[in-house]
């Protein structure tokens, strides 16, 4: 594979019975809305039944503002990619390499519309990622998940990711998040 920055990845995979074009691109300042309104729809699925409404939207408004999205790409060094399917955007992950001056690649966020999930987009996303921390010298693939999220974690332990431990974090509002920290070593 290229160097992301300088190119975008497509993929063949199976919908059913229909072959599909499944691109990966690299997100432009343009993208934040599309990666905004992808939060929207895709976090009341996540998190509805773990997670208090009024939480839920707190969050999402800290978090997705055109503002703090444009801050972590350009300020905090993350990189966003786009998952689309027919010109559409079905997804989206963000990652930092050399998290905290270590050889990791961290992976910030990754979500994927309800309606395409469970196709293998979130493990293409996996191995993309794994790909670019390997171009970069990073050992390892790190994330965060939200501890009552059964779903991710059931899905990140199948691509082996290792429970590494736990992390509360303080957002604000009154509100704390603990999310369980989960890494996988690269070959």
Known sequence: MGILTEHYYKLIWKLSTANEMLEFKKAEIKDLSTIQKLAYDTWPNTFGKVIPKKQINYMLQLFY??????????????????????????????????????????????????????????????????????????????????YKNAKAIGFYEKNGFKNNGTEMTNIGNDYSILDNIMVKELK
């Open 65 to 146: 503002n055109i503002e703090a999205l444009k801050k972590q790409m350009l300020e905090k060094g993350h990189n966003f990619l786009l998952a689309e399917n027919d010109n559409q955007a079905i997804g989206f992950t963000s990652y930092e390499i050399f998290c905290n001056e270590e050889p990791q690649l961290m992976i910030h966020k990754l979500y994927i519309l309800p309606s395409k999930q469970g196709l293998g987009i979130g493990k293409e996303f996996l191995n993309l990622l794994s790909d670019i921390a390997m171009q970069n010298n990073n050992q390892r693939l790190r994330l965060k998940v939200y």
